[in-house]
């Protein structure tokens, strides 16, 4: 009978559980959902009273906007491509050293050196985008695709150094003694043996940094004084008219640009879920 009692307690437990999950997937999914349906439906529909939750008359024409080389959408996402991967790049390449350093050697003012890193990490973009303005203006590097690579990585390495470091951390130590005993300098043993070990935790860093650059539009709409250059993002004030926001054209526009970020996240899944536990062991 207790038997019996416990488990029925435990299925009630797993239903629970199961029911409170699925109430929050509804609430995080639904802005998703309602996003794509009203990319389907025409202009008239949607500002009907009621709003119907499934469109009556299905429209594919915002979504052939966003493909057709007349709009903006191609070439938005090429410039933002460009400054994603270039923003990628410097972040990770310099983050990696930065990371294992400050979690494998200690020096005089090691924790100041990460309280500093997660200020950073905090400070909005528009508190330093004036000095950054005024800096690439001098460099001349405004409307140069470096501009917003080098804005974007400012912000991007705290965090990519916040992730690795603890994924260092947790590293067993002894793999470098053993690598130092099998022959190994110090940087063929990080070359060979850290790097390999830490894959899931530079997945994550830079999808995060990828992530990040790819959805900046401050960064992107100040420094790019071409608006030839300009990322996605800053597509989205075509369809702000004088009078009226074609509703579902931007409903389009925002499903076609996090596509690049959904189909990261699918196929990222593993190494991201990996990165960020296996670096959470420790602090």
């Given at each position: 009978m207790?038997?019996?009692?416990?488990?029925?307690?435990t299925?009630?437990?797993?239903y629970?559980?199961?029911?409170?999950?699925?109430?929050?997937?509804?609430?995080?999914?639904f802005?998703?959902?309602?996003?794509?349906?009203?990319?389907?439906?025409?202009?008239?529909?949607?500002?009907?009273?009621?709003?119907?939750?499934?469109?009556?008359n299905?429209?594919?024409?915002?979504?052939a906007y966003q493909?057709s080389?007349?709009?903006?959408?191609l070439?938005?996402?090429?410039n933002?491509?460009?400054?994603?991967v270039?923003?990628?790049?410097?972040s990770?390449?310099l983050?990696i050293?930065?990371?294992?350093g400050?979690?494998r050697f200690?020096?005089?003012?090691?924790?100041?050196?990460?309280?500093l890193?997660l200020?950073m990490?905090?400070?909005?973009?528009?508190?330093v985008?004036?000095?950054?303005?005024?800096?690439?203006?001098r460099?001349k590097?405004l409307?140069?695709?470096?501009?917003?690579?080098?804005?974007?990585?400012?912000?991007?390495?705290?965090f990519?150094?916040?992730?690795?470091r603890?994924?260092?951390?947790?590293?067993?130590?002894?793999?470098d003694?053993?690598?130092r005993?099998?022959?190994?300098?110090?940087?063929s043993?990080?070359?060979?043996?850290?790097?390999?070990?830490?894959?899931?935790?530079?997945?994550?860093a830079?999808?995060f940094?990828?992530?990040?650059?790819w959805?900046?539009?401050?960064?992107?709409?100040t420094?790019?004084?071409?608006?030839?250059?300009?990322?996605?993002?800053?597509?989205?004030y075509?369809?702000?008219?004088?009078?009226?926001?074609l509703?579902?054209?931007t409903m389009?526009?925002?499903?076609?640009?996090?596509?690049?970020?959904?189909?990261?996240?699918?196929f990222?899944?593993?190494?991201?879920?990996?990165?960020?536990?296996?670096?959470?062991v420790?602090?």
């Amino acid at each position: 009978m207790k038997e019996n009692e416990m488990k029925n307690k435990t299925e009630e437990k797993h239903y629970f559980i199961f029911a409170i999950a699925l109430i929050i997937f509804i609430i995080f999914i639904f802005p998703l959902y309602w996003m794509l349906v009203t990319a389907l439906k025409t202009q008239v529909e949607i500002f009907q009273v009621p709003t119907p939750i499934f469109p009556r008359n299905l429209t594919l024409e915002p979504f052939a906007y966003q493909l057709s080389v007349s709009g903006d959408t191609l070439r938005g996402f090429k410039n933002s491509l460009i400054i994603a991967v270039g923003t990628t790049i410097i972040s990770t390449l310099l983050s990696i050293p930065a990371a294992y350093g400050l979690a494998r050697f200690k020096f005089k003012g090691n924790k100041i050196v990460i309280l500093l890193f997660l200020i950073m990490q905090m400070l909005p973009s528009t508190l330093v985008l004036t000095s950054l303005y005024i800096m690439f203006s001098r460099l001349k590097l405004l409307s140069s695709y470096w501009s917003p690579i080098f804005a974007d990585a400012t912000l991007g390495i705290p965090f990519s150094v916040i992730i690795l470091r603890t994924y260092f951390i947790s590293i067993p130590k002894e793999l470098d003694e053993a690598a130092r005993i099998d022959g190994c300098s110090p940087i063929s043993a990080f070359t060979k043996i850290m790097l390999p070990c830490a894959k899931p935790g530079i997945v994550v860093a830079a999808v995060f940094s990828f992530v990040y650059a790819w959805g900046d539009l401050i960064y992107g709409i100040t420094f790019m004084t071409n608006p030839l250059k300009r990322p996605i993002t800053s597509s989205i004030y075509n369809y702000v008219q004088q009078y009226q926001t074609l509703w579902n054209s931007t409903m389009a526009f925002g499903i076609v640009s996090i596509l690049p970020v959904v189909l990261i996240f699918i196929f990222m899944q593993k190494y991201i879920v990996s990165g960020l536990t296996n670096g959470a062991v420790k602090a």
